[in-house]
């Protein structure tokens, strides 16, 4: 079953000779629990890409169609609902509220949407991420890998549709890059969660399922593993 597809989808900055096609016409799809590496040196476009599979940015042309909903058909208050509810965003860089502490973090898309938190939900979480003996600290209180923990955790608690990893290793060393892999290779399993996960390093692509080479705002090659 198809969860994402893409249909010539374009993103252009600038105008006439001046113009950057950071996205040109690209088509593919992704399968429900599929995991997904997007690949490509720095400038291809693929975290422009990413930012328009994740509604975060819209495209110049081309469609994004999120379990049969055409996504930018939506305006900006539908768009910014259905992003909370139906993709899970995990950044390099962890976006935690400072302010709030780990069980808040993670439960934070839920209480923007009024929901009631399944607290079987968050302790299965905190469980799968190693976090029972964190609830209560503040991100500053927390290392580099816990952090992106609580981040993973936010991405899963609405159970979304499809969860986007920017270079979620980008700000860690070895060790915690390597836990942080295995985390989303268990939710991938466990949770059959699709996943796709921007990077430019090639080992961490390898343990995808399937790797999309991205140059120039172009696919290049479409491989499984």
Known sequence: MEVLKVENLRKTYGKGENAVHAVDDISFSINEGE?????????????????????????????????????????????????RRQVGIIYQFYNL???????????LPCDLDNKTVSKSRVKELLHTLGLEHRTDHLPNQLSGGQQQRVSIGRALIN?????????????????????????????????????VIITHD????????????????????????
């Open 202 to 225: 090639l080992e961490i692509a390898a343990q995808a399922d399937r790797v999309i080479t991205f140059e120039d705002g172009k696919i290049v090659k479409d491989e499984r593993m």
């Open 35 to 83: 995991f997904v590496a997007i690949v490509g040196a720095s400038g291809s476009g693929k975290s422009t890409l990413l930012h328009l599979l994740g509604a975060v940015d819209r495209p110049t042309s081309g469609k994004v169609i999120i379990n049969d909903q055409d996504i930018y058909q939506l305006d900006d208050d539908a768009l910014a609902i259905f992003r």
């Open 159 to 195: 159970d979304p549709a499809i969860i986007l990893a920017d270079e979620p290793t980008g700000n860690l060393d070895s060790k915690s890059g390597e836990e942080i892999l295995s985390l989303l290779r268990l939710s991938n399993k466990k949770f059959h969660q699709t996943i």
């Open 97 to 107: 509220i400072p302010i709030l502490n780990v069980v808040e973090n993670i439960t």
